[in-house]
Every structure is written in C-alpha cells, then in structure tokens.
C-alpha cells in the first residue's frame, strides 16, 4: 500500500495490487488509528471505524471532491502495478 498524501493528521492510501480484486476506484485513510475507505470520485463512505472523527472524514470528502482527477490517475496507475503519484494535500 502506497503513501499518496497526508493532512490534518489523516494518511491517505492505495493499494498497489496489479490483477486484484478491487473494481471500484477507493483510497484507504487513518487517522488516530481509525481507518475508512471512500470511494472516487463520488467520495461515499465505503467503510469506516465506528470511532474515525466525523469532521476529518468529510475533510477526505472535500479532498476527493478537490482532486478527484488525480486520484482516478493513481488509480489506473495502481491497476498497472505501477506505484501511485503524490496527491496534493488539502491545504
């Protein structure tokens, strides 16, 4: 799983696997431990720690909903096994 951007204490990341089941485009985060996944480009909540701060999620929304472009890119970047680009933070 690779590192593509990090903000307000939230580390964003996707996986790597070239063949893998994933179908649907979704970024990983944690933040204090908790973990979610959200889609992209319509950031939904795909999963998520009963206990991941309310406010830091809707942060990655507003991030996904920002660079919802670089994100499909990194995506299709993993799907060819190749390790995702850095994602601008949000400032």
């Known amino acids: ?14 996986y790597t696997e070239p063949g893998s089941p994933h179908k649907m485009p979704h970024i990983h985060v944690v ?3 908790e973990k979610a996944s959200l889609s992209i480009p319509d950031a939904e909540i795909l999963a998520a720690s ?7 999620l809707r942060a990655v929304q507003t991030w996904i909903d ?3 472009e670089d994100l499909l890119a990194d995506w ?3 799907k060819a096994g190749k ?5 601008q933070p949000l400032i």
């Open 66 to 68: 920002l660079r919802a």
């Open 50 to 56: 009963k206990d991941f701060p309310p406010k830091k």
């Open 1 to 14: 799983m690779g590192q593509i951007s990090l903000f307000l204490g939230v580390l964003v990341y996707m």
């Open 31 to 33: 933040a204090g431990g």
């Open 83 to 87: 390790k995702p680009i850095w994602v």
């Open 76 to 78: 299709e970047l993993a």
